[in-house]
């Protein structure tokens, strides 16, 4: 199983990006879906996350700004970031709990990273 992120680059403040994450390889089944940004010297930390029914849960400096979707029939979780600002550079990273057979059990992984920049 792979995570595949994509969709970074940088932005001047008040712009904003789309992040795309396609998870691929033997999936049976995803449960939640989400992103997380790493900012240089600090800890990595939840942005935003979606669960299998939709349900979606922000990180509050991100609230109002950030919006996440997914879409099941083509693995994939989305993250549109509008009104970013230089607090929000980082390298974001998507993340999904995938079950690869019937009788596994769900597995976190991680995709690679892809770096967000705001700056004008």
């Known amino acids: 199983v792979q995570l595949q992120a994509s969709g970074g680059g940088l932005v001047q403040p008040g712009g904003s990006l789309r992040l795309s994450c396609a998870a691929s390889?033997?999936?049976?089944?995803?449960?939640?879906m989400g992103w997380y940004r790493q900012a240089p010297g600090k800890q990595r930390e939840l942005v935003a996350v979606t669960t299998s029914g939709g349900s979606t849960n922000y990180a509050d400096s991100v609230k109002g700004r950030f919006t996440i979707s997914r879409d099941n029939a083509k693995n994939m979780v989305y993250l549109q970031m509008n009104s970013l600002e230089p607090e929000d550079t980082a390298v974001y990273y998507c993340n999904a709990e995938i079950k690869s057979g019937t009788y596994s059990i769900f597995r976190r992984y991680w995709g690679q990273g892809t770096l967000v920049t705001v700056s004008s």
């Open positions: 390889g033997s999936i049976y089944s995803i449960n939640n």
